[in-house]
């Protein structure tokens, strides 16, 4: 393999200017290897045996082979509020083109100040990247679209938070890094011709499917709405909160993407919030599917001259694509439950079964992950046990057997999912370089529909909830 099995194009630099700026990472100077995705290489094409022992390339000392590094520009509604933004502490080398002839933006995050640093230090801190490794790859052995991650490398700088830190980078990989954000920003900034020229480009790299022109923005719209339905109930189903879902954390592609905030539910609480800044709880867990909506009526707006010359006209394509949304996830959110408890047919009542299932979590504080994979063991709880018996009279009336309904809820419901204690603990071994609990956590987080007894224990209830910090 020549040249590591770099294979890099530009294609965003053919947007208008507004778009990016030309920027190279910051001096690493002690680059050092934390983690290398050896399988994820493989899959992009790259020498990983070569690569792994390449701290240099993944701490951003060294470009590889085609890189044109380039910060991009985009905007976002964080908490709300209309704020401009850009990569502020990551730079995009390029496009990795795969074996196979797909497209990922190879990114490094925390590569050192850019135009768009505002008051950041353009610098990330060797944990809160590590975290983004593990989760972002529990997320893709979960079956979640999310951004992956090719690599963890520590730059040898300090980065100043509360205390001194290790500066580290993270090697982010994704379908794409347009945001609705992106979006937000063109409306804000740019020229009618510069939003058509995005929304173009978007639906050439993610929807290369022909689509009728008369009508292609308003399809576009409608499936990124329907790739965020799907995304948002996939989080839902397996109770991920991803705490700070502005539009700027918004990947049109419907993959994850910033991995801030972030964690997973043990007790189940329709309330959780994670994240210490989110106060008013606007990113809660129940308000994720309203809040995905919202943000698509953010890009819909910044479509709107797009989508018909009549401005009411306009309006009403785009409230009918947020109506395709709200259908789009309740059918999967409904599916993905009904898989969840092992349901191969739909009867009406279905819905009602599903609540009074949920309520009774809530009502004792059931542990979300392993109530769906334990369902059919007895809970000393006696209305637990009358919902039980319904839902085996319910079973029993859909025509397939016993053994094939439990193989069905074996495939929608985790046994491991990375739990905030285990991440913690992992994490606070890496910081003092030892990185083995987080290898066998990943082993573990890598076969998320298999027993592992340790990680499928759920931590005991502390007096404190546990709490994310931005500021990563
Ligand atoms: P995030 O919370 O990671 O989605 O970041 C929100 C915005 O803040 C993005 O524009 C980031 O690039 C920027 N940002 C976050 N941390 C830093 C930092 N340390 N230095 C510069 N910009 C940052
Ligand atoms: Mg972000």
């Given at each position: 393999m020549?040249?590591?099995?770099?294979?890099?194009?530009?294609t965003?630099?053919?947007?208008?200017?507004?778009f990016?700026?030309?920027q190279?990472?910051?001096?690493a100077?002690?680059p050092?290897?934390?983690?290398f995705?050896?399988?994820l290489?493989?899959f992009?094409g790259?020498?990983?045996d070569?690569?792994?022992?390449?701290p240099?390339?993944?701490a951003?000392?060294?470009l590889?082979?085609g890189?044109?590094p380039?910060?991009?520009?985009y905007?976002?509604?964080?908490?709300?509020?209309?704020t401009?933004l850009?990569d502020g502490?990551?730079?995009l080398?390029?496009?990795?083109?795969t074996?196979?002839?797909?497209?990922?933006?190879?990114?490094l995050?925390?590569s050192?100040?850019?135009p768009?640093?505002r008051?950041?230090?353009g610098?990330a801190?060797l944990l809160?990247?590590?975290?983004?490794?593990?989760i972002?790859e529990?997320?893709?052995h979960?079956?979640?679209?999310?951004?992956r991650?090719l690599a963890?490398a520590?730059t040898?700088?300090?980065?100043?938070?509360?205390?001194?830190l290790q500066?580290?980078?993270l090697?982010?990989?994704?379908?794409?890094h347009i945001?609705v954000?992106?979006?937000?920003?063109?409306?804000a900034?740019g020229s009618a011709?510069d939003?058509?020229a995005l929304?173009?480009?978007?639906i050439r790299?993610?929807?290369p499917w022909?689509?009728?022109?008369k009508?292609?923005?308003?399809e576009?719209l409608r499936?990124?709405?329907?790739?965020?339905?799907?995304?948002?109930a996939?989080w839902q189903?397996?109770g991920?909160v991803?705490?700070?879902?502005?539009?700027?954390?918004?990947a049109?592609?419907?993959?994850?993407i910033?991995?801030?905030?972030c964690?997973?539910?043990?007790?189940?609480?329709p309330d959780?919030?994670?994240?210490?800044?989110d106060t008013?709880?606007?990113?809660?867990?129940?308000?994720?599917?309203k809040?995905?909506?919202?943000?698509l009526s953010?890009?819909?707006?910044a479509?709107l001259?797009l989508?018909h010359?009549?401005e009411n006209?306009?309006?009403?394509?785009?409230?009918?694509?947020?109506?395709?949304?709200w259908?789009?996830?309740?059918k999967?959110?409904l599916?993905?439950?009904r898989?969840?408890l092992?349901m191969?047919?739909?009867?009406?009542?279905?819905i009602?079964?599903?609540?009074?299932?949920?309520?009774l979590?809530k009502?004792?504080?059931l542990?979300?992950?392993?109530t769906?994979?334990k369902?059919?063991?007895?809970?000393?709880?006696?209305?637990?046990?009358a919902?039980?018996?319904k839902?085996q009279?319910?079973?029993?009336?859909?025509?397939?057997?016993?053994q094939?309904?439990?193989?069905?809820m074996?495939?929608?419901?985790?046994a491991?999912?990375p739990?905030n204690?285990?991440?913690e603990?992992a994490l606070?071994?890496a910081?003092?370089?030892?990185?083995?609990?987080?290898?066998?956590?990943?082993?573990?987080?890598?076969?998320?529909?298999i027993?592992s007894?340790i990680?499928?224990?759920?931590?005991?209830?502390?007096?404190?909830?546990y709490?994310?910090?931005c500021?990563?």
């Amino acid at each position: 393999m020549q040249n590591g099995g770099w294979n890099l194009e530009h294609t965003y630099t053919e947007l208008p200017e507004i778009f990016y700026r030309g920027q190279n990472p910051a001096i690493a100077p002690v680059p050092q290897m934390v983690i290398f995705n050896e399988n994820l290489a493989e899959f992009l094409g790259l020498d990983s045996d070569r690569l792994k022992d390449r701290p240099d390339i993944f701490a951003g000392a060294l470009l590889p082979h085609g890189a044109k590094p380039i910060a991009q520009a985009y905007a976002g509604y964080q908490f709300g509020h209309f704020t401009m933004l850009g990569d502020g502490r990551a730079v995009l080398l390029g496009e990795q083109i795969t074996p196979v002839g797909n497209r990922f933006d190879i990114q490094l995050k925390g590569s050192g100040p850019t135009p768009f640093s505002r008051n950041g230090d353009g610098y990330a801190a060797l944990l809160p990247m590590l975290r983004e490794y593990i989760i972002s790859e529990a997320m893709y052995h979960l079956g979640i679209p999310t951004t992956r991650s090719l690599a963890v490398a520590l730059t040898g700088n300090n980065v100043y938070r509360e205390k001194v830190l290790q500066g580290a980078v993270l090697t982010r990989v994704a379908s794409s890094h347009i945001r609705v954000g992106t979006f937000n920003y063109a409306s804000a900034f740019g020229s009618a011709e510069d939003i058509r020229a995005l929304a173009d480009y978007s639906i050439r790299r993610h929807f290369p499917w022909p689509i009728n022109s008369k009508s292609k923005y308003v399809e576009f719209l409608r499936e990124v709405a329907k790739l965020q339905a799907s995304l948002i109930a996939k989080w839902q189903l397996v109770g991920f909160v991803h705490g700070v879902m502005n539009t700027d954390n918004m990947a049109i592609s419907g993959e994850t993407i910033d991995y801030g905030p972030c964690a997973f539910m043990d007790f189940y609480n329709p309330d959780t919030v994670f994240s210490s800044i989110d106060t008013a709880g606007r990113y809660s867990y129940k308000s994720q599917p309203k809040i995905g909506a919202w943000n698509l009526s953010r890009l819909a707006e910044a479509l709107l001259s797009l989508l018909h010359i009549d401005e009411n006209e306009a309006i009403d394509l785009a409230n009918n694509e947020i109506k395709t949304y709200w259908e789009c996830y309740d059918k999967n959110w409904l599916s993905g439950m009904r898989g969840k408890l092992g349901m191969e047919n739909e009867e009406p009542e279905d819905i009602t079964l599903i609540s009074e299932l949920l309520e009774l979590m809530k009502k004792y504080e059931l542990d979300y992950t392993n109530t769906f994979h334990k369902l059919s063991m007895p809970k000393e709880l006696p209305d637990f046990s009358a919902w039980q018996t319904k839902w085996q009279a319910r079973l029993s009336r859909q025509p397939i057997s016993q053994q094939d309904a439990v193989d069905i809820m074996q495939k929608h419901n985790p046994a491991t999912i990375p739990r905030n204690h285990r991440v913690e603990e992992a994490l606070a071994a890496a910081e003092y370089g030892d990185y083995e609990a987080m290898h066998t956590l990943l082993a573990a987080l890598s076969k998320p529909y298999i027993e592992s007894e340790i990680y499928s224990q759920h931590p005991e209830p502390t007096a404190c909830g546990y709490q994310t910090f931005c500021g990563t």
